[in-house]
């Protein structure tokens, strides 16, 4: 296989350097332009590729990895573990997606605060200022427009800011509500709360940011951990073994998958689970 490979890339090197001279030429000749390296068609096979990696969703590639192991080991389970797969793969971008809504959120209410405190300070009234902050930062969200409306025309602002702060990542405006109230019904400087909360905010995001970094190592090591099992089913097949029919196959195989697929599941589970609970323990 090794050998299979060099020669393979000592073929493709070989192509594209003999048309490298004629492509130079054709390229001058035609006016210059940038020149390329590689065989012909490779920026092209770079774009299809680009466009089938943006609409092919992440989890269906469980699926396709399943597909090509049921036609390898001539077994449909691989096919089944692909399909089980899609969900659990889905759930799991979906996790993620939602988590990056989050820290964006809760990076737009640290920047109303700031631009906020930059308003007032500079001489306009709270509810003049809460305006041009809140459309620069959008640190509202959806629920711009209800306090937008309540601070032009003499509503509850900091009611308003207290509904907007359920949104996930935005649990921030409940501090700027509580800022707001104290401003207005005591007459307290709103700008110097402002700024305490936005240290705060910020002070909070930065050490979420520090953890995060900390647990990366041990996230990195359980996927490589979770790897190994494909890349010993590669070394068997490199070694002239067929460990897909030995274990799709045979019933001491379907066994030892089986054990090793609970066991992989269980020990994933557990290691996410002990770092989401480091992430969201309180400080």
């Given at each position: 296989m090794g050998?299979?490979?060099?020669?393979?890339?000592?073929?493709?090197?070989?192509?594209?350097?003999?048309?490298?001279?004629a492509r130079r030429a054709r390229l001058l000749l035609a006016g210059g332009g940038p020149v390329g390296s590689g065989p012909p068609g490779w920026p092209r096979m770079i774009r299809a590729w680009g466009y089938i990696r943006g609409r092919l969703r992440a989890e269906w590639w469980a699926l396709a990895a399943g597909t090509v192991l049921a036609l390898l080991g001539t077994s449909v389970l691989p096919l089944v573990a692909g399909a089980v797969g899609v969900p659990l793969?889905?759930?799991?971008?979906?996790?993620a997606g939602e988590r990056r809504v989050r820290e964006r959120r809760n990076d737009a209410v640290i920047a109303l605060c700031g631009a906020l405190a930059g308003e007032v300070r500079a001489g306009r009234q709270p509810g003049a200022a809460l305006s041009p902050a809140a459309r620069d930062s959008g640190g509202l969200g959806d629920a711009q427009a209800t306090v937008?409306?309540?601070?032009?025309?003499?509503?509850?602002?900091?009611?308003g800011l207290a509904v907007a702060a359920r949104q996930p990542g935005a649990e921030g405006l409940r501090g700027l509500a509580a800022?707001?109230?104290?401003?207005?019904?005591?007459?307290?400087?709103?700008?110097?709360?402002?700024?305490?909360?936005?240290a705060a905010l910020r002070a909070?995001?930065?050490?979420?940011?520090?953890?995060?970094?900390?647990l990366a190592g041990a996230r990195a090591t359980a996927v490589m951990l979770a790897g190994l099992p494909a890349l010993g089913l590669g070394l068997?097949?490199?070694?002239?073994?067929?460990?897909?029919?030995?274990?799709?196959?045979?019933?001491?195989?379907l066994g030892c998958l089986v054990a090793g697929g609970v066991l992989e599941g269980l020990?994933?589970?557990?290691?996410?689970?002990?770092?989401?609970?480091?992430?969201?323990?309180?400080?």
């Open positions: 050998t299979a490979t060099v020669c393979l890339g000592a073929a493709a090197w070989l192509l594209g350097g003999r048309r490298a001279g793969l889905r759930r799991v971008r979906l996790a937008l409306a309540a601070a032009r025309f003499g509503g509850d602002v900091p009611d800022c707001w109230r104290v401003a207005v019904d005591q007459g307290a400087g709103l700008a110097a709360g402002l700024d305490r909360l936005e909070e995001r930065d050490q979420r940011a520090d953890l995060r970094a900390q068997g097949a490199a070694l002239g073994a067929d460990p897909l029919h030995i274990l799709l196959h045979t019933p001491s195989g020990g994933l589970w557990w290691v996410l689970r002990i770092m989401r609970g480091a992430e969201e323990a309180p400080t």
